[in-house]
């Protein structure tokens, strides 16, 4: 069993920055593939960016590439998503999840194994 914990969420103006911190605890940290996914109010959960378990590939969705980073710190059992030049439209309560699937999508909810309980953030115009 693994638990994910997530914080840094918070209100901030259109244009800044925030980092998401995603703990894991449970088996092998380095084991596990990451992703962060996000969801707006009447909307549904979408998928924000990825990192592999191993040589850490990262994928960014286009929505939000150029402003947010996905990076882990195997060592701190910790996943990090750097979001800069907030707009109002990245408000959402944003998830990590982990997975210890092989072969399956890591773009969508079905490709992973366990989620954190989600943290908000809102940003202002």
């Known amino acids: 069993q693994v638990q994910l914990v997530e914080s840094g969420g918070g209100l901030v103006q259109a244009g800044g920055s925030l980092r998401l911190s995603c703990a894991a605890s449970g088996r092998t940290f380095s084991s596990y593939a990451m992703g962060w996914f996000r969801q707006a109010p009447g909307k549904e959960r979408e998928f924000v960016a990825t990192?592999?378990?191993?040589?850490?590939?990262?994928y960014i969705a286009n929505s939000v590439k150029g402003r947010f980073t996905i990076s882990r710190d195997n060592a701190k059992n910790t996943v990090y998503l750097q979001m800069n030049s907030l707009n109002p439209e990245d408000t959402a309560v944003y998830y990590c999840?982990?997975?210890?699937?092989?072969?399956?999508?890591?773009?969508?909810?079905?490709?992973?194994?366990?989620w954190g309980q989600g943290t908000q953030v809102t940003v202002s115009s």
């Open positions: 999840a982990a997975s210890l699937k092989y072969g399956s999508s890591p773009f969508v909810d079905s490709g992973y194994d366990y």
């Open positions: 990192i592999s378990r191993s040589v850490g590939s990262t």
